[in-house]
């Protein structure tokens, strides 16, 4: 009877099962006293100042960023701002329900601003900070309830640090938001809220990047095999409701019945899209990329798959259902001809979450299956490495991430200047070459009545201002077309007209317009990274003492035309 009754008490359903999913209260170290994991706060407050400081410091790393979502969003509020073909109404390819979802902050920081753009234009990058803090505190307070608060604390550290976060976290782009979308979904998931993560992987989707949809796709069909039926619905139910809204918004916006979600995946996929136009890049781009803005991060995320069969029990099947989007992504669009960084930005949390993941299960490699407090010297030295690699990681991503504030933040301070400068209403601000550096109309004062494109060699299409004689909004503009060629109307051909000229000399063996100090006086000048002559090494990190010696460097200028 005695061992019946054992025999019984074996089998209760209540002991771990190895089909089980993982835990983290099935460690043996932690049987004794139960780890609660990271509270809401301190990720909160840790996240918080990093994004403050990405949303006061970053740079503006893509033209896209501002001619197709800073240019819109500034002429909805202030009624100018320039406009790209993909906005003309012959193409809609861009959403206005995401613009709306931004202007929700944009227009009442230009009612208590006023004038002040700039202020408008920090008060939207503080508010896509908050929107990263909280995605992200959601993931790493899930990691720390599921898998411990060290490999939560590892996440954390990488999520606040890599330069990969620290500068997509307060990007105005749709890619970012699909970023914190994957954060919240990915979080969600693990807190098992099945119907809440779809949701929420849905409005990334459509109010994001349509086709981050890829990377959405295991957390949405595991969600959906979980609780089919509810899943289910609220994956419709939200569905519905944004593509409603976005086919209303665009309409209001457009002058027509229309949807930009499904436009973009017509020129994309069924019309075979010309995104080579814009450049091409060959296979192993991602992987540069992802190690310049991850560094030893990247490298060891990628290597999650590879201590599965160590540290299966631990992160199957939750864990590699969240981080499986790294692969799918990566291998995706590494086939595609067209490549961007901010491609990459919806996948950026989940490498920092399987590289913690595999620094966490570094003693896992020496210690014996069967003996669960192996405590042998190379087990202790397993241990020791975990924060050491760390904080190898986060000190080359701080020097990444310090050589890409000092070395390109030039064009933003000087536009600020304009601001600060008097000078006659209805001034003419002149760019060539630099056209792509461009900040925004956000740094342009009132005074100055037009910002004007001059020809420096430049052949493809330029965005153009909106015009509200041919309808705003709703124009479609004959000047525009789908195949980048450059129009004849794009360039100011009477260059004398310009008040203001911006441009950056570089140590080239040619003079530049500005380079005529008997028509141009110069009023603001930085230093700008020259890219082409500086190391790939040290103008990619700084490294003390080096980074001033070895890179070289321009001068971005701010220019006005002496009056005679």
């Known amino acids: 009877m005695a061992l019946s009754a054992v025999r019984q008490r074996r089998s209760e359903p209540s002991d771990p099962s190895p089909s089980e999913p993982y835990t983290k209260l099935d460690k043996p170290e932690q049987a004794e006293e139960k780890d609660e994991g990271l509270g809401w706060v301190f990720p909160f407050v840790a996240l918080g100042l990093l994004r403050y400081m990405s949303a006061t410091s970053n740079i503006i790393h893509d033209c896209d960023e501002v001619f197709n979502y800073w240019e819109p969003l500034h002429f909805l509020l202030y009624k100018t701002g320039f406009q790209t073909w993909e906005y003309s109404s012959q193409f809609a390819l861009r959403s206005y329900l995401y613009l709306l979802f931004h202007e929700i902050v944009g227009r009442p920081a230009s009612w208590l601003f006023s004038e002040d753009k700039v202020r408008v234009f920090y008060a939207v990058r503080f508010f896509l900070g908050l929107l990263s803090v909280l995605t992200d505190t959601v993931l790493v307070v ?63 989707v459509i109010l994001g990047w349509p086709f981050s949809i890829l990377a959405f796709l295991p957390v949405t069909l595991y969600s959906l095999s979980r609780k089919f039926k509810e899943a289910f619905i609220s994956a419709a139910v939200t569905s519905i409701i944004l593509l409603a809204l976005s086919i209303v918004t665009d309409f209001y916006y457009y002058g027509k019945w229309t949807s930009s979600v499904l436009n973009l995946l017509i020129y994309n996929v069924a019309g075979g899209g010309e995104s080579h136009l814009y450049g091409t890049e060959g296979p192993l781009y991602y992987l540069r990329n992802g190690f310049n803005n991850f560094n030893f991060c990247f490298v060891l995320a990628l290597l999650f798959l590879g201590i599965l ?165 709703a124009a479609a503009p004959p000047y525009f077309n789908d195949k980048n060629m450059a129009s004849d109307k794009q360039y100011l051909h009477d260059v004398v007209a310009c008040t203001f000229l911006v441009e950056l000399q570089l140590k080239r063996p040619y003079l530049t317009r500005g380079s005529d100090l008997s028509t141009w006086e110069p009023i603001a000048a930085l230093p700008y990274l020259d890219r082409e002559l500086s190391p790939a090494l040290y103008r990619s990190f700084f490294i003390p003492y080096l980074w001033q010696e070895k890179n070289v460097f321009g001068m971005y200028k701010l220019l006005k035309r002496r009056t005679t």
């Not at 990007?171 to 949701?199: H, N």
């Not at 631990?314 to 981080?323: Q, R, S």
């Not at 210690?367 to 042998?376: C, F, I, L, Q, V």
């Open 142 to 204: 899930a990691l720390s309830r599921k898998y411990g608060k060290r490999l939560a604390t590892y996440a954390l550290a990488m999520l606040c640090l890599t330069s990969g976060c620290f500068f997509a976290s307060t990007s105005f782009l749709p890619s970012s938001f699909s970023m914190y979308a994957i954060s919240l979904a990915s979080g969600l998931f693990l807190l098992d809220k099945p119907a809440a993560s779809i949701s929420v992987a849905v409005i990334g």
């Open 309 to 473: 069969p160590i540290a299966k029990k631990k992160y199957a099947p939750d864990l590699l259902i969240v981080i499986s989007p790294i692969y799918i992504w990566l291998g995706f669009m590494s086939l595609q001809p067209h490549k961007e960084e901010r491609f990459l930005y919806p996948i950026y949390p989940l490498i920092c979450v399987a590289a913690s993941a595999v620094i966490e299960s570094f003693p896992d490699f020496f210690r014996s299956k069967y003996n669960p407090y192996d405590r042998s010297i190379i087990v202790t030295v397993a241990k020791v490495m975990r924060p050491v690699v760390l904080s190898l990681i986060l000190y080359a991503s701080h020097a990444r991430t310090f050589s890409l504030i000092n070395g390109y933040s030039a064009p933003l301070e000087v536009y600020k200047i304009l601001e600060h400068h008097d000078a006659e209403n209805n001034s003419v601000l002149c760019i060539g070459s630099e056209w792509h550096r461009f900040p925004s109309s956000f740094f342009i004062p009132d005074y100055v009545g037009q910002v004007q494109w001059i020809d420096d060699g430049f052949r493809g299409l330029l965005p153009f201002p909106f015009n509200s004689t041919l309808g705003g909004t």
